[in-house]
């Protein structure tokens, strides 16, 4: 079995929810968007006997002046047609943002609009400003189409809105070069404009429609034209969404609804009577797509086997492990019966069904939040943009994302970190009052080991969910100060005066990198060299090195000579300077060359999900140094200790929780069990050295191997004698 829940970007998950629904939407649309009788009353019959949905529900009416999207053609077929959606569910790798890239592009129309008035008949493809969703490369730049561009019209898809037959404003005279311009801009880069966007949520936020009104020219528009072809489509969209919402639960109508345009509220008045929804007296007028709206997260579900989404199928748990969702018994068979036998069902179902067991006990913490963080339905975007948390690194806690243009990584260049030369807990900051405290004035007198301790020392209220941010940090503290002495204590660490820490396979953790000046708050007497090393981390900033150095009250941020960090005894005397040095190394860590450090930590490793461990894993072997590893479930605690066992012959200690782990839980869209971020930790048991007198590496005994586990091949790394072969070496 293999799971991607807390390995792959959220918003991955919500791209191909979005335009599953979408497809399966225009497919059974149909010619029917335009023709609201006929075949439609057996529907509205249907849904006058639906159960009645308290909550309000919104259609909003989103015009769109300056963004068009591209999709690109994958080269996989599947269930969302032109998303390549074998690759975006996951069956080959776990994808990340910049993965979405070639798929799905925003597109600046923009600077188009402004050549097409200049130059009334010539193309243009040099201005096209081209925004990804996600770091990494544009999928379109300078005119050129992205990779497997699709053509101008979309079949089942955008194919019958283009031309701005049902846009949200209607073409006038003076509009039609700039449409002319538009449709030359869609064949050189496979661009659509997205005239309009029609959305239905309920009062909550959750999506439950969504249609996109392809073509049509901007600016002004003759009003009656627009909403004589947008008011079946509307309709159209509220049909579908109450008999097959997007989001989650049952199909409904709700008790109540308002629109978000006057003259539409009032076109729809006589026919949404007809489903027994009762219209509000006015349109909504509070409501607009600011940068600080969130939608509310989706909480639909999806098949393990075939991904079937709860809105196509009824999904419920395995009846024996309650951990693993399927659409009906021919996909549980399916599962259970796979080969080889440790990847089926039958294999890891009493295993499932064991950590299942440990739900109760993560969901133990002492935060006035608890129950909601730890709820399988938590709904994060809206916990984070109700306490003003929409900026900063809590963007990359969820999908909240800047605007175009903002940049994402504010470690990528010099200048923005100047930015952080008052405050070094600036971008941990939401739009109130300051979360993080003034330091203490004196260390801890006993190293922490709980969440309540460490809040009850630096000041800060149970209430405040900078824990979710801290978990990274706090981690780190709590390997040096307590797993590296009990399993290592031959290292004397906790009486070192300078640490080099090697942060391997990062990329989460650099976006945050200025969480980890909370370790010289809790270690102040320690001189720290955090070097962060992994092949996702951006180009640009490889062999970046920084040191940051507070002369308190001020951080100072300054290029680094390259020398590892040092405390000299006067310092140390003082406790006045705090040096974090931060390299950057944007490469797998089997090719990093340099020092042996003190320390190697892995956050949420994925041993099994990245080609990358299995020669990395070897090269941690050579070093033997106590390397100590997070993951966000038992499950994937379990896939390392064979990926270890495959790679060096070595094996991994028993994973035990983390009492540092992340207050939220998880998305899983496949499964029903507990993830959250570092939510287990555990080190590496290298395999004992070969020859005479060797010492094995320090750390617990290999724990003897389950009855019912496949049988792992012993394999010999180059150099080392087989017994009874001689000195052959093993290609």
């Known amino acids: 079995m293999e799971f991607v829940s807390g390995y792959r970007d959220e918003f991955l998950d919500f791209t191909a929810l ?7 939407f225009v497919a059974e649309r149909g010619s029917e968007g335009g023709n609201l009788e006929g075949s439609w009353r057996p529907l509205e019959a249907q849904i006058r006997g639906l159960p009645q949905d308290p909550a309000l529900w919104v259609l909003h009416v989103v ?8 999709l690109g053609q994958g080269a996989e077929s599947g269930p969302a047609l032109g998303l390549g959606a074998a690759r975006l569910l996951g069956d080959e790798r776990v994808l990340h943002l910049q993965d979405l890239s070639p798929y799905v592009s925003l597109v600046s ?13 010539e193309e243009s493809t040099g201005t096209q400003e081209v925004e990804p969703l996600e770091e990494g490369q544009p999928a379109s730049a300078g005119g050129e189409p992205p990779p497997h561009a699709k053509p101008t019209s979309e079949p089942g898809e955008a194919g019958p809105e283009a031309g701005g037959e049902d846009g949200c404003p209607g073409a006038t005279a003076e509009d039609v070069t700039a449409q002319e311009k538009r449709k030359g801009l869609q064949s050189e880069a496979g661009s659509l404009h997205v005239s309009c966007l029609l959305l239905v949520t309920n009062e909550h936020g959750t999506i439950l429609g969504i249609d996109l009104l392809m073509g049509g020219a901007q600016g002004s528009a003759d009003r ?9 489509r509307a309709y159209t969209l509220l049909c579908h969404s109450m008999a097959c919402p997007m989001g989650s639960g049952d199909p409904r109508r709700p008790r109540q609804l308002t629109v978000g345009d006057a003259q539409l509220h009032r076109e729809l008045e006589g026919l949404v009577s007809r489903l027994g929804v009762k219209l509000a007296k006015t349109p909504m007028r509070t409501w607009g797509p600011g940068l600080d709206f969130t939608f509310a997260s989706l909480q639909a579900r999806t098949c393990h086997v075939c991904h079937r989404h709860s809105f196509e199928v009824k999904l419920t748990p395995c009846p024996q492990c309650s951990a693993v969702l399927y659409c009906g018994e021919a996909c549980l068979q399916a599962d259970w019966q796979r080969c080889p036998e440790d990847v089926s069902h039958r294999f890891w179902c009493p295993r499932l069904a064991a950590f299942m067991q440990r739900t109760e006990e993560l969901a133990t913490l002492p935060f006035t939040y608890t129950a909601e963080a730890t709820s399988e339905t938590f709904n994060k975007e809206a916990f984070l943009a109700s306490r003003g948390l929409t900026r900063g690194y809590w963007t990359q806690l969820s999908m909240l994302m800047p605007g175009l243009g903002t940049p994402r990584h504010p470690w990528g260049s010099m200048p923005s970190l100047s930015l952080l030369s008052e405050d070094p807990y600036q971008l941990l900051q939401g739009d109130g009052s300051a ?10 007198r006993s190293p922490f080991g709980s969440w309540q301790d460490y809040y009850t020392w630096r000041g800060l209220s149970l209430d405040s969910p900078v824990a979710a941010l801290l978990t990274y940090p706090l981690t780190v503290y709590y390997v040096i100060t307590h797993l590296v002495p009990e399993s290592f204590p031959e290292l004397n660490i906790q009486n070192k005066q300078s640490l080099k820490i090697h942060v391997v396979e990062a990329r989460k953790e650099f976006d945050l990198a200025m969480v980890f000046w909370e370790l010289l708050v809790l270690l102040p007497h320690v001189a720290l060299e955090l070097q962060f090393v992994g092949d996702g981390l951006p180009l640009e900033s490889d062999q970046q090195h920084l040191t940051l150095q507070w002369d ?4 100072s941020v300054r290029p680094s000579s390259g020398v590892s960090a040092r405390l000299t005894s006067g310092a140390k005397e003082r406790g006045a300077r705090r040096d974090l040095q931060i390299k950057v190394s944007s490469r797998p860590y089997h090719l990093l060359q340099g020092p042996k450090p003190d320390l190697v930590i892995g956050f949420n490793s994925g041993f099994g999900l990245k080609d990358t461990w299995l020669s990395s894993l070897p090269r941690l072997q050579s070093l033997r140094v106590p390397a100590f590893f997070t993951e966000s479930s038992e ?3 379990m896939m390392d200790e064979q990926t270890m066992a495959v790679a060096t012959g070595g094996s991994t200690s028993p994973p035990q929780p983390n009492p540092f782990r992340s207050p939220f839980r998880l998305r899983a869209a496949d499964n029903c069990m507990p993830w959250y971020c570092n939510a287990f930790v555990f080190h590496l048991i290298y395999k004992p050295a070969q020859g005479g007198g060797a010492r094995p590496a320090a750390g617990p005994a290999l724990p003897p191997p389950a009855p019912a586990a496949p049988p792992v091949p012993t394999r010999h790394r180059g150099g ?6 001689g000195t052959r070496r093993r290609r």
């Open 435 to 444: 979360l993080m405290p003034p330091v203490p004035p004196d260390p801890p």
């Open 18 to 24: 979005l335009f599953g629904w979408y497809r399966k």
């Open 224 to 232: 009656g034209s627009r909403t004589e072809n947008l008011t079946p």
């Open 720 to 725: 080392e004698k087989k017994t009874g072969r």
């Open 635 to 637: 499950y994937g605690c």
């Open 63 to 70: 015009p769109n002046h300056s963004v068009g999207i591209i």
């Open 552 to 555: 308190v009250p001020a951080v």
């Open 109 to 121: 129309l923009e600077d188009a609009e402004e050549e097409s008035e200049d130059e009334a008949g």
